[in-house]
């Protein structure tokens, strides 16, 4: 079946200008998540919805970043004003639900560059 | 603060050896514990997920352990082969949760014909 889907895979951008990153979670997953990759390292919480809603965005790093998900699919991540440092790999992954037995599944991730 | 620690951070082998990727985690208070692969420039594969209640999981080749008491987990990969070729990281929730993930590093393996 389809798996986390992620667009675009790759973002080239200018220092200040807004961005948006786009994730298609499986079908049917209640449970979908942000993550950051920088080189070498592994990736780094950045917020979870729990359906419509965003249940933890305690890594979001600053009021610069925004993520929604309207209808409980789709969510979208979103950067205000970016910086040379926002870029990275940003990974997006769903589950079923939330529970501790659930695995969370990937997608490919877009990789943000900004000059 | 829950801190994530793998080693080696890096490994060469050759094909046919067994190996062993270690993990460490500081808070033993988790609900599981996750084994992903990375391709290059790829997104994460779930590997195996241990519960806390569990003390192992296995899948094909793979065998992952986990100790809690002594904030350890191994990954054991039998008869390695050219394909496993990878970085293999470990995951735990954020202390007192069950998905919110704090990663290790990770452990850039290579395996050579």
């Known amino acids: 079946g389809a798996g986390v889907s992620q667009t675009p895979s790759n973002k080239v951008t200018e220092k200040g200008k807004y961005v948006e990153l786009r994730c298609d979670p499986i079908?049917?997953?209640?449970?979908l998540y942000w993550y950051r990759q920088s080189l070498g390292q592994g990736p780094e919480f950045l917020i979870y919805?729990?359906?419509?809603?965003?249940?933890?965005d305690s890594g979001l790093p600053n009021d610069r970043f925004f993520a929604v998900r309207p209808e409980g699919s789709v969510s979208t991540l979103k950067i205000q004003r970016t910086e040379r440092g926002d870029s990275a790999v940003y990974l997006c992954?769903?589950?079923?639900?939330?529970?501790?037995?659930?695995?969370?599944?990937f997608g490919p991730g877009t990789r943000l560059t900004v000059l | 603060k829950q801190e994530v620690t793998q080693i080696p951070a890096a490994l060469s082998v050759p094909e046919g050896e067994n190996l062993v990727l270690n993990c460490s985690f500081t808070?033993?208070?988790?609900?599981?514990l996750q084994w992903f692969r990375q391709d290059p420039g790829k997104g994460l594969t779930s590997l195996l997920l241990?519960?806390?209640?569990?003390r192992e999981q296995t899948s094909g080749r793979l065998n992952a352990s986990l100790d809690k008491s002594s904030g350890r987990s191994t990954l054991y990969i039998a008869a390695s082969q050219p394909g496993d070729s990878a970085t293999y990281l470990c995951?735990?929730?954020?202390?007192?949760?069950?998905?919110?993930?704090?990663f290790g590093a990770g452990t850039r393996l290579a395996v050579h014909p």
């Open positions: 992954a769903s589950s079923i639900r939330a529970g501790e037995a659930d695995t969370q599944y």
């Open positions: 995951a735990v929730p954020f202390s007192g949760g069950y998905n919110k993930l704090i």
């Open positions: 808070d033993s208070a988790i609900y599981n």
């Open positions: 919805f729990q359906g419509t809603g965003a249940a933890d």
């Open positions: 241990i519960q806390s209640s569990q």
């Open positions: 079908s049917g997953h209640t449970a």
